[in-house]
C-alpha cells in the first residue's frame, strides 16, 4: 500500500508544481521522458523539495547514487526504493 | 594592443573560429570584408556600447566587433527587466545600446540604438583596435540591482591558452550564457584558438542542443553542475562524444562527478572554481569533489589562493578591477586578494565549499540575496518575520526555503490559516520576483531564532 501511495504522491506534486509553475504538463505514464514532461530544472528543483518535505526522504542525497532518472518510472522508483 | 579580433585573425586563416547557433552561423572570416553592426560601426568608436540581443549569438559576434572599437561594452542578460536595463544605462553611462530588431524594448535612457544584422553586411571596415576596451559584465546586486563588474579582455582572457592542442581538431560548446562569466571564458578561448563554438539558441531544448552539439562533433564542453545534470537526465548525454568536460559557477558534488566519469569515460572531467569579481581560480581534475589543501600557497598556478575568516581569497591577473558606478568600491584588499565570499572547510587535506558567507544562494548559478525574498515576504501584513535559507537540491545544487512567522492573532498550526497565507505569500513572490528567486517551499512556523546579537540565525547551505 506504501508503494502506491508514494506514487500518487509524486503524481499529485507533478501536478501542483506544473500549474504553480504555469507549466503544461504532458500525460503522465512511466515510460514518460523527463525532459519532455513539461517541467524545467527550477521546476523539477521544487518537485525534490516538495517531496522531501512530503516523504521525509531525499533519494538523491545517498553517497553511492549514481544512476540519474531518465524516465517518470526511474525518478518514481527512486522514492519507492527510498521511502520503502 | 591586441583585440578579440586580432586575436581570432591570428589563429590563422584556415582555422579562423566559427560561431554555430541553431538556425545561423558566421565565419568569423567574414567580417574582415563586412560587419553586422552596418553603418552603424565607426560611429561606435569611443562609445560605451550595451550589448542587449535576445540571442547569444548576436552578442558573441557584437564581441569580436566592438573589442578594441568601443570604449566600454556592456554584456546584458537576456533577463533584464526594463527597470534593470535602465539602471545598468545609468551605471555604465552608456552611449548606444545593441539590439537584434526593432521590437526589441526601447530604452530611454540611451542615445542611440544600433540594429544588427544577422550576417555582415558589406562594408569597407577597418579593424584597427584604438582602445583598451573595458568589458563590463553584470551580476546579481543585494535588492535586484544588477552590479557592474569591470574587466578587459586581458584580465578575462590572459591566462587562457591561445591555441588549440597541436594536431587536434577541437570544437567547443557550452550550456553556459556567454554573457556570464564562465561561459564567457568557453567563448573566449574558442574564438582566440580559431576554434568552431557551438552556442545554445533561444528556446532550444536540452534535447535538440544535445543533438546539435553531438552532430557538430563537439569535443570540449562547458557547463554548470545544473546544466550536466539536466543533460544526464535527458537521456541523450551519451550523444556527446566529449575529449573535455568541464564544470563551473555551482558547487560540483561527488555523486555528479562520478555520473559524469561513468557516462563519459573517454573524457577528461574537471570542475573550476570562478567567480565574475574574482576571475579562474584552479581546475581540479582528479575526479574528486572540493580542491586539494596543496592549492593554497603553491606558485606557477593562475591565481595565489588564501583562506582567511573561513572564506577563499584569490590574486590573480583575472581579477577584476572594480564595480563600476560605486564610487571607492574596490574589490581586491591591500594586499591584492579579492574576498570570494565563498566559506570552505578542511577536512583530510582538501577544502570543502560551505556555503556563502553573505548568505546568498546559487539556484543553478544564479545567485539569490535572502533579504531580497524576505522583504517581499515582510510585507504583507500577516507576516511578523520571516526567514530565507537555501537548502541543497539535486537539480539546481539549492533552492529557496522560507520559514515564516505569523502575528500573534494567526495560529500557523491550523492548516486553512496556513494553507492559505502560504499560497498568497507565494503569489505575491512571483508577481515580484524572478522564478528563481521564488521560494521551493514555504513553512509557517512558530518562532525564529535569533542569534545572540538579535539578528536572525543564517544556516549555512
Redesign the interface.
Known amino acids: 500500500m506504501q508503494t502506491t501511495s508514494i506514487r500518487d504522491t509524486v503524481l499529485s506534486v507533478f501536478k501542483k508544481v506544473a500549474a504553480?509553475?504555469q507549466r503544461q504538463l504532458a500525460p503522465l505514464s512511466d515510460e514518460l521522458?523527463?525532459?519532455d514532461c513539461g517541467l524545467d530544472?527550477?521546476s523539477?528543483?521544487?518537485v525534490?523539495?516538495?517531496l522531501?518535505?512530503a516523504l521525509n526522504v531525499?533519494p538523491?542525497?545517498a553517497?553511492e547514487?549514481?544512476?540519474?532518472?531518465?524516465?517518470l518510472g526511474d525518478f518514481i522508483g527512486l522514492y519507492e526504493a527510498g521511502g520503502a | 594592443m591586441i583585440s578579440l579580433w586580432d586575436a581570432a585573425a591570428r589563429s590563422g586563416p584556415a582555422v579562423i573560429g566559427e560561431l554555430r547557433g541553431r538556425r545561423a552561423r558566421i565565419a568569423l572570416g567574414e567580417l574582415a570584408q563586412g560587419s553586422t553592426l552596418g553603418a552603424s560601426l565607426p560611429a561606435l568608436r569611443g562609445q560605451s556600447v550595451m550589448i542587449a540581443t535576445h540571442d547569444q549569438l548576436l552578442t558573441a559576434i557584437a564581441l569580436v566587433e566592438l573589442d578594441g572599437v568601443a570604449q566600454r561594452v556592456v554584456l546584458c542578460t537576456p533577463d533584464l527587466s526594463e527597470k534593470q536595463l535602465s539602471e545598468v544605462a545609468l551605471a555604465a553611462s552608456a552611449d548606444a545600446i545593441v539590439v537584434e530588431s526593432t521590437a526589441a524594448p526601447l530604452a530611454p535612457d540611451v542615445p542611440a540604438r544600433c540594429i544588427m544584422t544577422a550576417t555582415p553586411l558589406p562594408v569597407a571596415v577597418e579593424r584597427r583596435a584604438g582602445v583598451a576596451t573595458e568589458w563590463v559584465l553584470l551580476t546579481s546586486g543585494t535588492s535586484g540591482t544588477p552590479k557592474l563588474v569591470s574587466h578587459t579582455l586581458q584580465t578575462l582572457a590572459g591566462t587562457l591558452p591561445r591555441r588549440t592542442a597541436s594536431g587536434s581538431r577541437t570544437v567547443w560548446s557550452t550550456f553556459y550564457d556567454i554573457r556570464r562569466y564562465g561561459g564567457l571564458q568557453i567563448y573566449l578561448r574558442a574564438v582566440m584558438s580559431g576554434a568552431p563554438l557551438v552556442l545554445a539558441s533561444p528556446g532550444e531544448s536540452t534535447q535538440e542542443f544535445l543533438a546539435r552539439a553531438a552532430a557538430a562533433g563537439v569535443t570540449h564542453i562547458s557547463g554548470t553542475p545544473s546544466h550536466w545534470r539536466r543533460a544526464l537526465m535527458s537521456g541523450d548525454a551519451a550523444k556527446l562524444r566529449p575529449q573535455y568536460v568541464r564544470l563551473s559557477g555551482e558547487v560540483a558534488d561527488q555523486a555528479l562527478l562520478d555520473a559524469l566519469r561513468a557516462a563519459f569515460p573517454g573524457a577528461r572531467v574537471a570542475h573550476a572554481f570562478a567567480s565574475t569579481e574574482a576571475g579562474v581560480a584552479f581546475e581540479v581534475n582528479d575526479g574528486l569533489a572540493g580542491f586539494p589543501a596543496e592549492l593554497l600557497g603553491a606558485s606557477g598556478g593562475a591565481a595565489d589562493l588564501k583562506v582567511a575568516g573561513g572564506t577563499l581569497h584569490i590574486r590573480s591577473a583575472g581579477n577584476a578591477a572594480r564595480y563600476l558606478g560605486e564610487a571607492g568600491n574596490t574589490l581586491a584588499g591591500s594586499d591584492g586578494y579579492v574576498n570570494t565570499g565563498d566559506m570552505v572547510e578542511l577536512v583530510d587535506g582538501r577544502y570543502f565549499f560551505r556555503g556563502r558567507l553573505d548568505g546568498v544562494i546559487n539556484v543553478g548559478g544564479l545567485k539569490v540575496y535572502p533579504e531580497e525574498i524576505e522583504s517581499v515576504l515582510n510585507a504583507d501584513p500577516r507576516v511578523r518575520m520571516s526567514r530565507v535559507s537555501a537548502r541543497r537540491n539535486p537539480m539546481t545544487g539549492s533552492v529557496v526555503v522560507a520559514d515564516v512567522v505569523l502575528i500573534e492573532a494567526l495560529d500557523p498550526a491550523d492548516p486553512a490559516t496556513a494553507q492559505g497565507v502560504r499560497s498568497d505569500l507565494l503569489n505575491a513572490c512571483r508577481h515580484a520576483l524572478q522564478a528563481h528567486k521564488v521560494p521551493a517551499v514555504l513553512h509557517c512556523v512558530p518562532r525564529l531564532d535569533l542569534t545572540p546579537a538579535g539578528k536572525l540565525g543564517r544556516p549555512c547551505a
Open positions: 504553480d509553475q521522458k523527463l525532459v530544472s527550477l523539477f528543483a521544487i525534490v523539495a516538495s522531501e518535505d531525499d538523491f542525497n553517497a547514487w549514481v544512476e540519474f532518472p531518465v524516465t
